[in-house]
């Protein structure tokens, strides 16, 4: 997929450096100049309505790709419609788009017209093409009249167009410290690859697995709360500050600011030494409350996943994406299964390795007792096993290992192979080694048995066997894996 | 009787004859003819096996068997167990019950081979299995139909243990849980939580809290729930029990110390059908709101309140409501008196149970209200009631035709006349006259000519009497069984060698018996061959004689305190070889015996003790390899 190459050129030309301190003022300029430079030549007052116009580029270009997501484009397109003020040059420029917008449906009807032989797929193109414009067309028209008024902070799609992506790489970054927001327009490219990205998530959508954490019981209203996407490569840098002078990376924005002291005297004035966001946006707008998306596609930390739940702090941000998104590097020390890839994560479990005694007869262990008792409520045919039991037959290891975590697994692969579907983990046989790595969230804040995610799908089966071999207390009365295992997290 | 009348008798009416006899006529019956051997070995359902070598051939014997108690049974280990599963001449398959109360050497290996031998295995007893911990629980959980499950004094069954059972188990009905000290609440949850048809709970002693309260009254099906003297749960927690348990019958919460009244009249409350209230020693005194919910209980039979302050007057209000109470225990009652204890006997006169112990105030008058009016009266508890003379006993020998339990432990006026109208309650079965030192021989003589269906007799400091009493109790109470003679101090060889002529005797207790020596002991080491139980504590004066005949006679000797006896090494040995059955000795302060002498004698016997005492110093003596093999055979050493 393009995707990544695109979105890369296609952000908003932010660096991170600047969006991490003032996204708001940073992008907000940006969107005004995109806008300006947009086809459709809009002189607009208000923030928002530069987020309307982002997004008429997105659905136009989608036009040319004849991609056909447009249900949902032209949902929020309207909502980005609505959330502009009523002003005679908007409602000039609603105009001479309306006046495009027919001319393309003209053409379209003329290729529908004169087309001859189509395949069907490219005629559903069309269709859904010809659905798209006409909608956007009859809420443009609709925005004509006077009396629709937004003001930026309800309108409920104000914030979802456009996403304001930072750059992902050191030399954009480099390049944005030096040359504030003049460079952003060079990156300001044709939108079509935003909705062919929109578009392959809504396909992968429903194979992912929310696995992540459900950290904030938060329920900001969706629009009352601006959304920052970072890249993978950013993401996963080891440093995000740089020094303009000798390159040296940072994590901190504030070690870079000790580190530029040693540059030169002008680096050592209170105001360069003080924390640059506070008066960087003096008398601008009331900044929006942040909120970061996952760049992974389908993720429900993802801004285009149907039930989107936003990320909190960018260390939420790496911290999820290392967790859900990246193979785990780190392994224990000490036990030498559970794997890691954030390395607190490690560090956290390294101190309670070994001393998860309570371990149940699927194979999972539980630092308190209360734990491993709730999980073996909840699901039948558990049960705790005693441990340092030496006649345990294997048979019952086994299964019961490729039974515990099997959506751990899945879960693990699936975050490197996108196309496997879970079940088919189901039957695969893990050794008993791996059936403990994917257990590491020790530091995650699971609420209650998370940790089990879908684990029942074999166990009727396998407590069949347990019963014909009869070798340890699985209950023979199971009601069957089908009840539980609808148990999501 | 002819050979032509048996024959005469088809198998299956010689089936039902056999169903009418009792058990001992049953012994006798099967030495009749190889017809009745053989009806015999096909009816039999229950078993109780004494010696472990016996265990294959009887068990091949009787087909049917249902019941098999393994509780006194020593040498029983898991090897045994695992040849009884190789043999297929045993058929288990019929096999209900198993007692295998006291088994410690029967580990996790034992226990699973038997939950899987016995598929119909429903009441299982491993109580007092100290050893007994959470891989045994799991090697239980097994049998996956049992639904009666004692496991008393399991000390090292924790919570995981207890889930084994609880999620292997479903069919729980009854499980009793008292001691098992390790047990929190959350194995009480889930144990409530999967086992919805229990009935009966015993969590007696264990360190719950109210949360497991909360988790027990949730159970649609409770009829029983025990919890004595569980220090952690307070009147918030029985609170629960109001709304929960709809079907609860039967709660003891004696000796819960958190307990008050205010928790019972919320329990009375929200259970009108409630039969069996034990509130002994947790309620400090009756209050009006108590009495008046109380009356609700129309069907309370059993009502314990000792240790509380209870008026006459609402002693009487509390009969008055409750008409059917049948046993009542309000011992250390101390404000209770002769009115309260008439306006009880007016009102309740179908009472059979009565425990008075401690009740200082009550005099002559009250016994004689209660035996007048109460003629059902079945056991008596007097324990310490210090104003009760030959006149209250005497309206008990009048009246109590049914008496068969009687308790004058501590009571001054109790004295030979006293003994003589007692003597009229010719159903007596246990009699108590511990520290009633105002009897003599003359008075015991009653008991012995009179109660001939005696089977315990306590007579434990009666300095008072002799050997000659003691003569004309071996006389007449030919089926005594229990007989506790300790510090009677006037005892000599004469009269002890009476003893042998109680066949049944079992349970003997000796302590203190300076006079006696070895003579005395051989004899009732001859006659007594039932002897179980021996209690030697302090008679200095039994040299190596006795014991030899001791090791010689007495083979089912199981328990034997011998401590501060003059035993020599190689009569201990002897002893300790020889009784084959031994499994709890005493075997302190052996002032003879060399430490040489203690390593031979338990060597010899160390594969079936299961308790053992000894002085502290001996474990740093005794060779660490003796001390493995009894740890490893579930033998318990108490260091002294």
């Known amino acids: ?90 409602m000039l420029s609603n105009l001479s788009f309306m006046e495009e917008k027919i001319h393309e449906l003209q053409d379209l009807v003329h290729l529908i017209v004169g087309g001859g032989r189509q395949d069907q797929q490219q005629q559903q193109h069309i269709t859904t093409d010809l659905t798209s414009i006409i909608i956007q067309l009859i809420s443009t028209a609709g925005s004509l009249l006077p009396s629709v008024k937004h003001n930026m902070s309800t309108a409920p799609g104000s914030a979802l167009f456009p996403y304001p992506r930072e750059a992902n790489n050191l030399a954009s970054q480099t390049l944005n410290n030096n040359s504030n927001n ?69 994590k901190r924005d504030a070690n870079l600011r000790m580190h530029m002291r040693g540059h030169g005297d002008e680096y050592k004035t209170p105001a360069a030494l003080a924390k640059p966001n506070k008066e960087a946006v003096p008398g601008s707008e009331p900044t929006l409350i942040k ?38 590097s780190f392994t224990c020390s000490r036990c030498h299964t559970k794997k890691f890839s954030v390395i607190a994560d490690l560090k956290t479990h390294e101190k309670h390795c070994g001393k998860n005694k309570w371990l149940c007869s699927c194979g999972t262990t539980f630092s308190r007792k209360d734990k491993l008792f709730g999980h073996i409520t909840l699901f039948q045919g558990h049960t705790p096993a005693i441990p340092l039991e030496e006649s345990k037959p294997s048979a019952q290891r086994g299964s019961s290992a490729c039974e515990n975590n099997t959506g751990m697994v899945g879960f693990n692969l699936g975050s490197a192979n996108q196309e496997s579907p879970q079940p088919g983990f189901m039957d695969g046989k893990m050794s008993f080694e791996e059936s403990f790595s994917p257990l590491c969230f020790d530091t995650c804040n699971f609420g209650g048995f998370h940790e089990f995610p879908r684990p029942m799908f074999d166990d009727s089966e396998s407590s069949f066997q347990m019963l014909i071999s009869s070798a340890c207390g699985f209950s023979p009365r199971n009601g069957g894996g089908g009840s539980v295992s609808n148990t999501s997290l | 009787m ?48 004494l010696r472990v070598e016996f265990l294959h051939t009887l068990l091949s014997k009787y087909p049917n068997i249902s019941t098999l108690d393994l509780s006194v049974c020593p040498k029983l280990d898991d090897d045994v167990v695992s040849r009884l599963a190789l043999d297929d001449t045993v058929s288990t398959s019929r096999l209900k019950s198993l007692n295998l109360s006291r088994a410690t050497a029967v580990r996790a290996r034992g226990l699973e081979t038997l939950a899987r031998l016995c598929h119909a295995l429903e009441r299982v ?149 409630l039969q069996h209230l034990k509130a002994s020693h947790c309620v400090s005194e009756i209050s009006v709101s108590f009495l008046q919910n109380i009356k609700a209980l129309k069907h309370l039979k059993t009502l314990w309140i000792d240790g509380a302050r209870v008026s006459d007057s609402s002693l009487l209000t509390l009969t008055s409501s409750c008409r059917a109470l049948t046993d009542i225990g309000v011992s250390r009652c101390v404000d209770v008196s002769d009115i309260g204890m008439m306006g009880l006997a007016r009102n309740c006169s179908n009472l059979k149970a009565l425990n008075l112990a401690c009740c200082g105030f009550v005099t002559d008058a009250a016994i004689s209200a209660v035996t007048q009016s109460c003629l059902n009266l079945e056991s008596l508890q007097l324990e310490s009631c210090h104003l009760i003379t030959e ?51 003359k008075g015991v003589f009653h008991i012995g000519s009179k109660c001939s269906k005696l089977l315990e007799l306590d007579l434990y400091r009666c300095a008072g009497f002799g050997d000659d009493g003691l003569a004309a109790l071996s006389r007449g109470c030919k089926s005594l069984n229990r007989l506790i003679l300790s510090y009677c101090g006037e005892l000599t060889d004469t009269g002890v060698e009476q003893i042998r002529q109680l066949e049944h005797l079992s349970h003997l207790e000796l302590r203190g018996l300076k006079n006696i020596t070895g003579a005395g002991l051989a004899a009732i080491a001859r006659g007594c061959k039932k002897l179980v ?16 005949a001791l090791a010689y006679f007495s083979r089912n000797l199981r328990q034997i305190n011998l401590c501060n006896c003059s035993v020599s090494d190689t009569a201990l040995c002897m002893l300790m070889s020889n009784l084959s059955r031994v499994q709890d000795v005493d075997l302190v302060h052996l002032n003879r015996v060399t430490v040489e002498g203690f390593e031979f004698a338990l060597r010899a016997c160390c594969n079936r003790l299961k308790k053992l005492k000894l002085l502290a110093p001996l474990r740093f003596l005794l060779s660490s390899e003796l001390l493995e093999v009894l740890h490893a055979r579930g033998c318990r050493i108490r260091w002294d």
């Open chain 1, 182 to 250: 003049n460079l952003a327009q060079d990156f300001d490219l044709p939108k079509p690859t935003i909705v062919q990205e929109r578009e392959s998530h809504v396909v992968e959508e429903h194979e992912m697995k929310d696995e992540d954490d459900v950290e904030e019981g938060e329920n900001l209203p969706p629009g009352s709360y601006e959304i920052l996407q970072l890249e993978k490569e950013e993401i996963l840098a080891p440093h995000t500050h740089f020094c303009t002078i000798c390159g040296k990376g940072f």
């Open chain 2, 391 to 441: 006149k209250g006993l005497q309206s008990l020998g009048c009246y109590s035709k049914r008496l068969q339990e009687l308790d004058l432990t501590d009571c001054d006026g109790v004295n030979d006349r006293g003994l003589e109208y007692i003597s009229k309650c010719s159903n007596l079965l246990r009699l108590k006259l511990g520290l009633c030192a105002n009897i003599s021989d």
């Open chain 1, 291 to 328: 909120r970061y998306s996952c760049p992974f596609p389908g993720c429900k930390r993802n801004k285009d996943h149907k039930k989107f739940q936003p990320l909190k702090t960018i260390l939420c941000v790496k911290n999820h994406y290392k967790r859900t998104h990246c193979d785990k």
């Open chain 2, 125 to 273: 007893d491993v109580s007092h299995c100290w050893g007994f911990g959470d891989r045994e629980a799991a090697a239980l959980s097994v049998a996956a139909g049992i639904r009666e499950l004692k496991m008393d004094k399991c000390l090292s069954l924790s919570d995981v243990g207890l889930a084994r059972i609880v999620l292997g188990c479903s069919n729980l009905n009854k499980i009793s849980l008292k001691w098992c000290m390790e047990i929190s609440d959350l194995g009480i949850d889930l144990l409530c939580k999967k086992c919805k048809d229990l009935t009966s709970l015993d969590v007696s002693y264990l360190k719950i809290t109210n949360d497991s309260i909360r988790s027990i009254a949730l159970l649609p099906k409770l009829e029983v729930l025990d919890m004595v003297s569980c220090p952690l749960i307070d009147d918030d927690g029985l609170q629960y029990l109001e709304n929960g348990s709809p079907s609860l019958q039967e709660i003891d919460v004696t000796r819960c110390d958190r307990v008050t009244l205010s928790s019972l009249v919320s329990i009375i409350r929200g259970h009108p059908e």
């Open chain 2, 533 to 548: 139980y021996l209690d030697l504590k302090l008679c200095e004066n039994i040299d190596d004689s006795g014991f030899w």
């Open chain 1, 1 to 90: 997929m393009e995707t990544e190459d695109d979105l890369c050129q296609n952000n908003w030309g932010n660096s991170s450096s600047s969006k991490l301190r003032e996204p708001v003022c940073f992008t907000s300029q940006h969107k005004w100049e995109d806008a300006s430079i947009l086809d459709y030549e809009m002189g607009m007052e208000e923030e928002p309505a530069l987020q309307v116009f982002d997004h008429m580029k997105a659905s136009s270009g989608q036009e040319h790709n004849n991609n056909n997501n447009g249900g949902q484009v032209n949902v929020d397109f309207l909502q980005g419609v609505r959330a502009q003020a009523w002003d005679p040059r908007t």
């Open chain 2, 2 to 49: 002819s050979l032509s009348i048996l024959s005469a008798l088809s198998e299956d009416l010689l089936v039902r004859v056999y169903e009418c006899l009792d058990p001992p006529c049953r012994k006798t019956w099967r030495l009749v003819s190889k017809e009745f051997h053989r009806v015999d070995s096909l009816s039999r359902t229950s078993i109780r096996i």
